[in-house]
T-cell receptor, first 110, second 119 residues
Framework: AQRVTQPEKLLSVFKGAPVELKCNYS??????LFWYVQYSRQRLQLLLR??SRESIKGFTADLNKGETSFHLKKPFAQEEDSAMYYC????????????FGTGTRLTIIP | GAVVSQHPSRVICKSGTSVKIECRSL??????MFWYRQFPKQSLMLMAT?????????EQGVEKDKFLINHASLTLSTLTVTSAHPEDSSFYIC???????????????FGQGTRLTVV
C-alpha cells in the first residue's frame, strides 16, 4: 500500500532563512507527487506537482526516487508562507486518487 | 483556478438522522469527484471516488451503505451520512477534477469542507 510520511508536524523558520519541508513516500510503482498548501481559513490548493517541474511562489521540490523523497524547499522564507503543507501521492493509474501525508504546519517568524 | 463549492460548511444533527453534503463544481465539468474525511490534527483520508453516471468506488473500510454518494451530473456530487452517530463527527472535504487532459491528468480542486457534528 502507498504511504506518505511527513516527519515534522510543526516547523518554525525565521523570515529570510531557508525552508525545507520533508516528505518521504513508499510506493512500488511510478507515483506522481504533489505539494498542497492550506493558508489560514482557506481551502486546500495545489502548490506544485513534480511532473511540471515548476517553481511556485519560490518553492521547488525534486523527486528523488533513490531516497523516495519529495522535499519542498525555498531559499528565503517569507511571512506569507506560513500555512499548512501537505505532501500527496497519486498512483500510476492516472486517476488522481491522492494519498496525503499528515501535514506540516510552517510558521515564519518575523 | 476552478472553484468547487461545498454546502453546508457546518452542520449539527441528532444521532440517527441523515445528513446530506453537496459538492459543486461551479465553472467546469467534473468527471470525477473525491470525498475525503479529516479527523482533528490528522491527514485527509480518501473515502470514495465518484464518476459521473456510475457507482462510487469506496476505499477499504468505508461503509457504502453508511456513506451514500451520488454523482448524478457533471457539476454535482452528494455525500449522505445515513443514521449518523457521534463517531461520524468529522471534517468532510470534496475535490473535483475535470476530464483527463494530456499526460497524467488534470488538477483536482478542493471544496472548503463541511464540519459535521453529531450530537
Amino acid at each position: 500500500a502507498q504511504r506518505v510520511t511527513q516527519p515534522e508536524k510543526l516547523l518554525s523558520v525565521f523570515k529570510g532563512a531557508p525552508v525545507e519541508l520533508k516528505c518521504n513516500y513508499s510506493y512500488s510503482g511510478s507515483p506522481e507527487l504533489f505539494w498542497y498548501v492550506q493558508y489560514s481559513r482557506q481551502r486546500l490548493q495545489l502548490l506544485l506537482r513534480h511532473i511540471s517541474r515548476e517553481s511556485i511562489k519560490g518553492f521547488t521540490a525534486d523527486l528523488n526516487k533513490g531516497e523516495t523523497s519529495f522535499h519542498l524547499k525555498k531559499p528565503f522564507a517569507q511571512e506569507e508562507d506560513s500555512a499548512m503543507y501537505y505532501c500527496a501521492l497519486s498512483d500510476d493509474f492516472g486517476n488522481e486518487k491522492l494519498t496525503f501525508g499528515t501535514g506540516t504546519r510552517l510558521t515564519i517568524i518575523p | 483556478g476552478a472553484v468547487v463549492s461545498q454546502h453546508p460548511s457546518r452542520v449539527i444533527c441528532k444521532s440517527g438522522t441523515s445528513v446530506k453534503i453537496e459538492c459543486r463544481s461551479l465553472d467546469f465539468q467534473a468527471t470525477t469527484m473525491f470525498w475525503y474525511r479529516q479527523f482533528p490534527k490528522q491527514s485527509l483520508m480518501l473515502m470514495a471516488t465518484s464518476n459521473e453516471g456510475s457507482k462510487a468506488t469506496y476505499e477499504q473500510g468505508v461503509e457504502k451503505d453508511k456513506f451514500l454518494i451520488n454523482h448524478a451530473s457533471l457539476t454535482l456530487s452528494t455525500l449522505t451520512v445515513t443514521s449518523a452517530h457521534p463517531e461520524d463527527s468529522s471534517f468532510y472535504i470534496c475535490s473535483a477534477r475535470g476530464p483527463l487532459g494530456q499526460g497524467r491528468g488534470t488538477e483536482a480542486f478542493f471544496g472548503q469542507g463541511t464540519r459535521l457534528t453529531v450530537v
